[in-house]
DNA sequence: GGTGAGATTTATATCTTTATTAATCAGCAT
DNA sequence: ATGCTGATTAATAAAGATATAAATCTCACC
């Protein structure tokens, strides 16, 4: 009604919202209308399908995350434990303004093979257009060569990473709730775990022999 | 119809199932019937509400969550090392069994503040009657002094068990689904993953300096 | 064999959800 | 003013969900 903005935006904002929050089965295009304000109508008409909306949004945070994965893997040439410190940091600070966002995603994935599929397909191409998997690849053998960390697998040493960072965001909602903590207690639990992150990883593959 | 089973079992352990894998609301009760193979209304006689049905799946789930973290630990007198592997490999060997646990458990706390506080009021009376925070902090902090293992936050230490241990057991669907694995391969993954999470996390605490 | 209790099904009311269609509204071009 | 176009709403069809009530079935027990 009011030309307060764009509406297919708001929709799709609120859309998000809802969708990050509740899930997709727990998210009704009806909830949407109600939350942007409009006819519950509108919502198929911009998009046609629930389907499509969710996916339109499911995508773009996926996008999110695969870029923010990747930029400062790609661009680095510090030291390994120096990068692996960044890339760490950098992620955990992506996700500390998405709190929401890994849940989300494994939780739209698991259950739906042809979501999942499709998510496969584009990580494949982003991952493997630039070879990321590949370069890290690259990265930690040298060391484990130089003798700089221990021998390890690069698949478990990504999923240390991940297991650690991601986890956390899985835990910080419940905890908060429960807790019902303040945004200051948020902001210290999230530094805490930050810094505990790194060390626990770095000396968890570091050649104690060395 | 044919009494193969008592049917309010069939249908505690077909909800079980469906729940587990789709969630509450990706569940109906005329999927659990059809599942069973008894009709919708048989359901309702028994649970009288989705939501009933759902909590008991749901509670019995999280009892042997808690009972399996508590067991391993309460008994035991070996060598902290021992015991932090005693203990992460019997967790973790319970949830292999049970993949899809950790998830569900987590999926259905988040966004739902009832729940959320039926399961923190459960955890309390279970945890606080054991006293099993208070017996890491004491035997994690036990170390600290004796410079064992490096000076580290009790909580910080549950939460990276935690997070290596419950993760795995989030992403191996979806690594699953995705690559079609054979069981083989699930358990060569596994373990795998068993044998670093133990790995990384004592050499993530060890005192490198002792 | 009849009866009563619990088990199971049929039928249905009520609600919610998605999606579509037709109607209305607003503003711009002519 | 008229009419066109896209935005928005009203109305509703169709399907599915939860829940309840009543009917039927089963079978042990007398």
Redesign the pocket.
Known sequence: ?A?EQ???IQILQAAEELFLNNG??G???????KR??????????????????FLQVFMAKLDMILKTLQQPLLNQDADFFDKLRNVIGAYYDFLANYTRLPFFVINEMLGNKDRLTLVYEHFMNNTMRNNVFGIIDTVVQAEVRKHTIRPIDTVNFILDVVSLTVFNFIALPIYCDVSGCTDDEKQHFLKLRKDEIITLVINGIKNVGN
Chains 1, 2 share one sequence.
């Open positions: 009604m030309k764009n509406l297919e997709f089965a998210t009704s295009t009806t909830d949407i209308a942007v304000g409009c006819n519950q109508a509108l919502v198929h008409y911009y998009f046609r399908t629930k389907e499509n909306l």
